[in-house]
């Protein structure tokens, strides 16, 4: 049974750098789209990214210019970087594996789920 | 990005009796190419993380009570809980996966009343 788990530094101050690793264990890597949501305290949830076991990469929009998904095959983990985080980033932080829908770009839909990891972001 | 948006914001539902939740998306999800909607459904327990139900619009996840189905094509969408059980309490999210961005509707909150 496939289960995943985020870990990280813990809080961040604005304007330094957000960094989350997620483990998977009993599963390889392989063959799906690995992926971060986030969702603000009492909100919805954000689709962050994904990463596949090429290396292959698709963003948010809205975020695509702070976020960096990498992956590590050997360690069966991918990590996720947010640059110039921001108290509007402050969130629980998900880690999830991603079913190919076959579309292109790709596009998943999201199970199982890590816990989460909260990252508040404060001075 | 498609927008989703669901209805009721919250809903409340005597035990035993029928929850129905509606998803509705600013374009049409359906590919006629493999006849299928690319709409999943999502459960969040007060202080857990989502859990998959349903995708391709009315599939159900492994493990999941035949309690729950989704229905829906194009733009329209219904996820019903044909008897409601205690432990249904929870957030419902519905989450479009035809294009990227993958985005998710606002969430609908089912309590028993």
């Known amino acids: 049974q496939v289960q995943l788990r985020e870990s990280g530094p813990g809080p961040v101050k604005p304007s330094e750098t957000l960094s989350l690793t997620c483990t998977v264990s009993g599963d390889s890597l392989s063959g799906y789209y690995w992926s971060w949501i986030r969702q603000p305290p009492g909100r919805g949830l954000e689709w962050v990214g994904y990463i596949n076991h090429y290396g292959t990469t698709d963003y948010s929009p809205s975020l695509r210019s702070r976020v960096t998904i990498s992956i590590d095959m050997s360690g069966n983990q991918f990590s996720l970087r947010l640059r110039s985080v921001t108290a509007a980033d402050t969130a629980v932080y998900y880690c999830?594996?991603?079913?190919?829908?076959?579309?292109?770009?790709?596009?998943?839909?999201?199970?199982?789920w890590g816990q989460g990891s909260l990252v508040s972001v404060s001075s | 990005d498609i927008v989703m948006v669901q209805s009721p914001d919250s809903l409340a539902v005597s035990l035993g009796e029928r929850a129905t939740i509606n998803c509705k998306s600013s374009?049409?999800?359906?590919?006629?190419?493999?006849?299928?909607?690319?709409l999943a459904w999502y459960q969040q327990k007060p202080g857990q993380p989502p859990k998959l139900l349903i995708y391709w619009a009315s599939t159900r996840e492994s493990g999941v009570p035949d309690r729950f189905s989704g229905s829906g094509s194009g733009t329209d969408f219904t996820l019903s809980i044909s008897s409601l059980q205690a432990e249904d309490v929870a957030v419902y999210y519905c989450?479009?996966?035809?294009?990227?961005?993958?985005?998710f509707g606002q969430g609908t909150k089912l309590e028993i009343k």
């Open positions: 989450q479009q996966y035809s294009n990227t961005p993958p985005t």
């Open positions: 999830a594996r991603g079913s190919d829908s076959g579309t292109s770009p790709r596009t998943v839909w999201f199970g199982p």
């Open positions: 374009q049409s999800v359906f590919y006629s190419s493999n006849n299928k909607n690319y």
